[in-house]
């Protein structure tokens, strides 16, 4: 019978270029070459057939021990759970809302509430903040939250059709990076960050707000 770590599939993202080398022993290197203003989200995208054939999945960001300090992860602590989030990437009696508002503006506010809508979700109860997609899950959740979460929004996001609420989302975000505008010009075709990573940051939160998740806070 496999081991709980063979059914765990976790992934660190690298870019060409870089050094390849995981973090952390549990986890596998995904060399991201479709960079864009979606960042890590386009990579969790890309990943979902992964979602199909393990019990648990997560996908960590390149930067997350430079912004976090070393990774520690513990397959007997994961295991109790049906969603774990790493350590320092959550916060509870935590009014989400505020403190995005206080990082990005009252336009990032107006944007995540027409998210929010476009999914029939309510952001009345956003008390736990969910930061930089850092969960590993069981894949039937992940497999959720991709389908009826991300990829709606997604889509929402990319849909020329609403031109005005395009064009808001591609406007300067509220946020001062480590990214230059150089650096950014050749990522994601705009010399600034735009509010699309911001709002699907928070896209989690939303997601544990409206579903009773067994998880490790």
């Not at 995540?112 to 999914?119: C, D, G, Y």
């Amino acid at each position: 019978m496999p081991s709980f770590a063979q059914n765990l599939k976790l992934y660190q993202i690298c870019y060409e270029g870089e050094s390849s080398k995981p973090i952390h022993p549990l986890l596998n290197c995904y060399t991201n070459k479709n960079i864009n203003h979606l960042f890590e989200n386009q990579v969790i995208l890309d990943l979902r057939t992964e979602c199909d054939v393990n019990d648990y999945f997560g996908v960590i960001s390149t930067n997350f021990e430079k912004k976090n300090g070393p990774l520690d992860l513990q397959i007997s602590e994961i295991a109790q759970f049906d969603l774990y989030v790493l350590p320092g990437k959550c916060r509870q009696k935590h009014n989400v809302l505020d403190v995005a508002r206080g990082f990005h503006g009252d336009e990032w506010i107006s944007l995540f509430e027409i998210m929010a809508k476009n999914l029939g979700k309510s952001i009345d109860n956003l008390h736990t903040g969910i930061y930089e997609n850092a969960v590993i899950c069981k894949t039937k959740i992940f497999k959720d939250y991709i389908d009826n979460y991300l990829k709606p929004t997604v889509e929402l996001f990319e849909n020329k059709t609403t031109l005005k609420l395009y064009n808001r989302l591609w406007s300067r975000c509220q946020y001062e990076g480590k990214q230059t505008p150089e650096q950014l010009l050749v990522k994601i075709g705009v010399p600034f960050y735009t509010y699309h990573p911001f709002l699907l940051e928070r896209l989690w939160s939303l997601y544990y707000a409206n579903n009773e998740i067994n998880c490790n806070f």
